[in-house]
């Protein structure tokens, strides 16, 4: 069971993003970069950031393991395609424009051999050109500073939930670890732990010119989730320290 993605009402009330902000970020990169067309959302969740895309006029698909968001973002965002796929081994019948990757999915793949096949599926799905966004934690950031703990609130269904997170570094497996315990009325509390893999700057152009890509840019800020945050036609900069990381690789 994991709270969030079996409820993607919950979700969207723990991390709302009313202003659209990763989709308007890859809007406007894809615009400084690249033309309108068809476009891969990969750990699509809820679909809210395919959905705006679709709207903008792209013609989008989106792919996430989960079942419930696959459902949920069907049924919210009828505008776009959806499936349920795992990233390191999905097979769709297009290859697209453009390819995203947002809010650190792309750290999923925990090992070697799982950078390895998603970044193969990606150049399998991209046409010639195609562009590669991506938005993620930064691990030349969580390498070097204290990782405080978190405590966030929100009220679904009239019911308030609380999580306390609890962030380390594995640095023998190269992960940020995760534990969250979630709390409500009426239940017992729910300890739940995921992970990261955390890469450098270059580590992470390694990866990407061996699948067949060619990085045009990767810069800290501004971003969907950094202070100061991302706005249209920003200078993309940064000295690669902040905790985010964003990229955008071109297809050879």
Same mark, same amino acid.
């Given at each position: 069971?994991?709270?969030?993605?079996?409820?993607?009402?919950?979700?969207?009330?723990?991390?709302?993003?009313?202003?659209?902000?990763?989709?308007?970020?890859?809007?406007?990169?894809?615009?400084?970069?690249?033309?309108?067309?068809?476009?891969?959302?990969?750990?699509?969740?809820?679909?809210?950031?395919?959905?705006?895309?679709?709207?903008?006029?792209?013609?989008?698909?989106?792919?996430?393991?989960?079942?419930?968001?696959?459902?949920?973002?069907?049924?919210?965002?009828?505008?776009?395609?959806?499936?349920?796929?795992?990233?390191?081994?999905?097979?769709?019948?297009?290859? &697209? !424009? %453009?390819?995203?990757?947002? *809010?650190?999915?792309?750290?999923?793949?925990?090992?070697?051999?799982?950078?390895? $096949?998603? @970044?193969?599926?990606?150049?399998?799905?991209?046409?010639?050109?195609?562009?590669?966004?991506?938005?993620?934690?930064?691990?030349?950031?969580?390498?070097?500073?204290?990782?405080?703990?978190?405590?966030?609130?929100?009220?679904?269904?009239?019911?308030?939930?609380?999580?306390?997170?609890?962030?380390?570094?594995?640095?023998?497996?190269?992960?940020?670890?995760?534990?969250?315990?979630?709390?409500?009325?009426?239940?017992?509390?729910?300890?739940?732990?995921?992970?990261?893999?955390?890469?450098?700057?270059?580590?992470?152009?390694?990866?990407?010119?061996?699948?067949? &890509? !060619? %990085?045009?840019?990767?810069? *800290?800020?501004?971003?969907?989730?950094?202070?100061?945050?991302?706005?249209?036609? $920003?200078? @993309?900069?940064?000295?690669?320290?902040?905790?985010?990381?964003?990229?955008?690789?071109?297809?050879q």
């Amino acid at each position: 069971m994991n709270l969030l993605t079996d409820n993607p009402a919950l979700y969207e009330a723990q991390f709302p993003d009313p202003d659209h902000k990763a989709a308007r970020f890859v809007e406007d990169l894809v615009t400084r970069f690249h033309t309108k067309g068809t476009l891969l959302d990969i750990g699509s969740g809820t679909g809210r950031d395919a959905g705006y895309l679709a709207a903008q006029g792209f013609q989008v698909h989106g792919i996430d393991s989960s079942t419930a968001m696959v459902d949920h973002a069907r049924a919210h965002h009828p505008n776009a395609r959806f499936t349920v796929g795992d990233m390191r081994d999905f097979r769709l019948d297009q290859t &697209f !424009d %453009v390819i995203t990757c947002l *809010d650190s999915a792309f750290l999923y793949c925990h090992t070697n051999a799982d950078l390895h $096949a998603f @970044l193969d599926r990606c150049r399998e799905h991209a046409n010639p050109g195609a562009l590669l966004i991506a938005e993620m934690r930064n691990g030349a950031y969580f390498l070097g500073n204290d990782i405080p703990d978190s405590v966030r609130s929100v009220i679904w269904e009239g019911i308030p939930y609380t999580s306390h997170t609890t962030l380390w570094v594995d640095h023998a497996a190269q992960l940020l670890r995760r534990r969250r315990e979630w709390r409500w009325p009426g239940a017992e509390s729910l300890v739940q732990h995921s992970a990261w893999r955390l890469l450098f700057p270059q580590e992470l152009a390694m990866f990407l010119n061996l699948a067949g &890509f !060619d %990085v045009v840019a990767m810069f *800290d800020t501004p971003g969907p989730r950094t202070d100061p945050p991302w706005r249209p036609d $920003a200078e @993309l900069g940064g000295s690669l320290s902040g905790d985010r990381l964003h990229l955008v690789a071109r297809k050879q």
